[in-house]
């Protein structure tokens, strides 16, 4: 049983950054897989990016190289560090956990998080 609750969404400028936290309890194995997805209106989910607990990731081509996530399994928090966020990437953001033997997709998640990059 886990829950997952996210925070530090809100409105940015084009190029500016955001810090995304999604904390976790429960119960979680050290093996379990985390990620952030993201919808926009009219649009279908979409995976942003995971980390596994050997912290080895995987973001998507439009992400890569602007975002970063990371785990931190002492506080049972992971991070999603948005940098020269850009307009498209405005969606409301999903925490994910999944254990090993879940497909993609599956799993627990949290409320969602607004992100919105407008002038």
């Known amino acids: 049983q886990v829950q997952l609750v996210e925070s530090g969404g809100g409105l940015v400028q084009p190029g500016g950054s955001l810090r995304l936290s999604c904390a976790t309890s429960g119960i979680i194995f050290s093996r379990d897989v985390m990620g952030w997805y993201r919808q926009a209106p009219g649009k279908q989910r979409e995976l942003v990016a995971t980390i596994s607990s050997g912290s080895t990731t995987n973001y998507a081509d439009s992400v890569k190289g602007r975002f970063t996530i990371s785990r931190d399994n002492a506080k049972n928090t992971m991070y999603l560090q948005m940098s020269s966020l850009k307009p498209e990437d405005t969606a409301v953001y999903y925490c994910?956990?999944?254990?090993?033997?879940?497909?993609?997709?599956?799993?627990?998640w949290g409320q969602g998080t607004q992100v919105t990059v407008s002038s």
């Open positions: 994910n956990l999944k254990r090993t033997w879940q497909p993609n997709g599956a799993g627990t």
